[in-house]
């Protein structure tokens, strides 16, 4: 059995704010380590299942947060940008199952860092679904006909894949207080959850299927302000939904769709004034 991890950092273990996850502030070390230390868990609990081969794809911010020498032997590692596919860079039909840890609720959710992609993004639709991260990359794994069987972070993020995906395994390694405040377990205590949940989830594979997305998908993109929506519609394709800071843009599949959303983020991360 084949399996892939995208591992993100706002959803991990104990992490309560972003001087854990930006490599500019304190406590960036610490949060590595234990972002390192979660994955670390979940790739156990996979090898023990029955897994002969593992794919971590590092999946915060500038992607290359784990420590590959501490990472469990038996994974390979994804790490850096830029990467075509981002958060599920190398993921295909060859895998039995996906597995996303550290992640965070969507934008304007309650929920530790909750947001999509970047601050300049509201909220985000495929065709009538509003969505986020886990959602965009639950589709695209979806494409690929593999199912995500295991989500892991928030109690928030948690909600939200079972809202989202029927059947799914959860794992959440910490209750949101606010955006910037957690009660968490023990890392030990934590480790051993996520451990039990991947078994859990790979025992269950049978009752979770691909989140199929939509044949020809309307993505659009609710902007923050103006300006970020106005640099965002340059991006051939798009259209800026007159009296509002919505983008959309027609894509031909998901994989389309997925590429357009990270070049548009691209351009309104440009907007310099609010």
Known sequence: MKFYLSMDMEGVTALPDYTYVDSAEANYERGRRLMTEDANAVICGAVDAGATSFLVN?????????????????????????????????????????????????????????????????????????????????????????????????????????????????????????????????????????????IRAIENRANVKPLVPPESPLLKIEFTNYGEAELAAMMPGCHLEEGTTIVHFQAKDILEAYRAMLVMAELAMQAKFC
């Open 58 to 198: 590092d999946s915060h911010s500038k992607m290359n947060n784990l420590i590959a020498e501490e990472l469990h032997e038996e994974a390979d590692l994804i790490s850096g940008g830029v990467k075509t596919y981002s958060m599920v860079e190398g993921l295909d039909s060859s895998y039995t199952g996906a597995f996303f840890a550290g992640y965070h609720a969507r934008a304007g959710q309650k929920g530790v860092m909750a947001h999509s992609m970047i601050f300049a993004i509201r909220s985000m639709w495929i065709n009538e679904v509003e969505i986020g991260e886990l959602g965009f990359n639950a589709y695209v794994a979806g494409y690929h006909g593999v199912p995500v069987l295991l989500v892991a972070g928030d109690d928030c993020a948690c909600r939200e894949a079972e809202a989202l995906i029927p059947n799914v395994t959860t794992a959440a390694v910490k209750k949101s207080l606010s955006r910037s405040a957690v009660q968490t377990l023990h890392p030990k205590k934590a480790h051993i959850l996520l451990h039990e949940q991947t």
